[in-house]
């Protein structure tokens, strides 16, 4: 594992403008207050990447890369390398600086008191009708989502606005269907909650955040409670188990903008979970759920699990090198040889969804999947959202 400051994480899917920090300028503002606090990073680099290690252990890993990057780093891992690990963490923690000089930043060794704060990342979602077309301007306008040439960049916005009016009918008939609104935001404030709660009762005082990419609250806004609270060391993890450079990638190069143009924040050692999808706890919970919902069928065995995950267009993964893909088909794997382990043996099938716009996405489509097993005559099914901690 190495220290290292974002400014070098840069992947190379990385556009040199950031226009969205502009773009939520439209629906949020914020002011920003300079505080200065000395702070410790490499004790608490160790203390973070040891499992066993009561400091905030479940919440990181070790790491078997040599480095670390924006990228959720799984692919700077051989294949070999992967398998190998199969059961435990690699390459999802790397311990950042949001700064230029990492000497500088190790060289700060005097700590006041430290106060450790987890943030939690998450999308966001309208809670209201109303919300909808901005809600969906803000995510057209990520460069992450909508992926223009260089060359096309000033359409970003326009695009955004053109696409955001379009969709927004269509989604707005999503929302309202269930109930008018997204409930991710209340969602998130439960996990939140009931992780400063464990987190607590292992006597880890944390203070827990919730930034969100594209709706209240921002991850702006978390960051300046961050900074009023005085936190001396920052845990990251955002919601995804799985590495996309839409959702992780994306937000935290929000979060490389805003640490590296500060300077309280960008002296803070940060610790970002860059993805999780093969975390023993998490494999096992998910098993453990697909087997209680499976034995309230009546015919148990018979029963097709579907594994139902977000889509994103297969450029992605094929020109930007998104791990997103292989990081999901892992997760399944690693899931139905735990249930395997239990003697749960069901046929299953992994399917996208959420197709946006006439480009490719990663297949099988969740519509045509469903079409073809009640074709084949299945008849039962179990559903099983993969695609972020908030969905399920
Ligand atoms: C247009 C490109 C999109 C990409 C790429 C994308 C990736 C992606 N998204 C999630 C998780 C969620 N997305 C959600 C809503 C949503 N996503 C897109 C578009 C892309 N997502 C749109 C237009 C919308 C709005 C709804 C709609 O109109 O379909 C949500 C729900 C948020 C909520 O309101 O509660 C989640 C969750 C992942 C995991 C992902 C890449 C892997
Ligand atoms: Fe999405």
């Not at 909650?193 to 464990?198: D, G, V, W």
């Not at 015919?299 to 992605?316: C, K, Q, T, W």
Request: hydrophobic share 40%.
């Amino acid at each position: 594992m190495a220290c290292a400051s974002f400014s070098k994480l840069n992947a190379p899917w990385s556009p040199p403008i950031d226009q969205h920090s502009s773009a939520k300028r439209l629906v949020s503002s914020s002011s920003t207050r300079l505080v200065s606090v000395p702070t410790r990073a490499v004790t608490y680099l160790h203390d973070l990447s040891k499992p066993s290690s009561q400091a905030l252990a479940y919440l990181s890993s070790y790491s078997t890369c040599k480095r670390i990057g924006i990228a959720g780093a799984s692919y700077l891992c051989s294949p070999a390398q992967k398998r190998n690990l199969v059961g435990k963490t690699f390459c999802t923690v790397g311990v950042s600086k949001y700064g230029e000089n990492v000497a500088e930043y190790q060289s700060h060794s005097h700590a006041t008191e430290d106060k450790v704060g987890v943030l939690l990342l998450n999308l966001g979602g309208p809670e209201t009708l109303h919300d909808v077309q901005p809600f969906l301007f803000n995510l057209f306008a990520d460069p992450d989502i909508i992926r223009l040439p260089r060359l096309f960049r000033f359409l970003q916005w326009p695009l955004a606005k053109l696409i955001s009016v379009l969709r927004a009918p269509k989604s707005k008939e999503g929302y309202a269907s269930i109930g008018g609104g997204s409930p991710l935001r209340k969602i998130t404030n439960e996990q939140a909650h009931a992780l400063k709660m464990a987190l607590e009762a292992k006597n880890l005082p944390v203070n827990v955040y919730v930034g969100m990419r594209y709706w209240y609250p921002f991850t702006e806004e978390a960051v300046q409670q961050i900074k009023r609270d005085r936190i001396t060391r920052l845990v990251v993890l955002p919601l995804y188990p799985q590495f996309s450079i839409s959702t992780t990638g994306s937000s935290i190069r929000v979060l490389e903008r805003i640490f590296r143009e500060d300077a309280y924040l960008s002296r803070m050692p940060v610790s970002i979970i860059r993805s999780w999808y093969q975390r023993e706890g998490y494999i096992k919970s998910m098993a453990d759920l697909i087997q209680k919902e499976l034995e309230k069928f009546s015919n148990p065995e018979e029963v097709m699990i579907f594994f139902s995950a977000h889509g994103v267009p297969v450029s992605y993964v094929e020109n930007a090198g998104d791990p997103y893909k292989d990081q999901m088909e892992e997760c399944i794997y690693l899931i139905m040889q735990n249930l395997k382990d239990r003697g749960v043996g069901n046929d299953h099938t992994l399917a996208y969804q959420s197709r946006v716009g006439p480009v490719q996405w990663l297949k099988p489509y969740t519509d045509e999947v469903l079409v073809e097993l009640g074709q084949k005559g299945v008849k039962s099914l179990l559903a099983v959202p993969v695609r972020c901690m908030t969905c399920y």
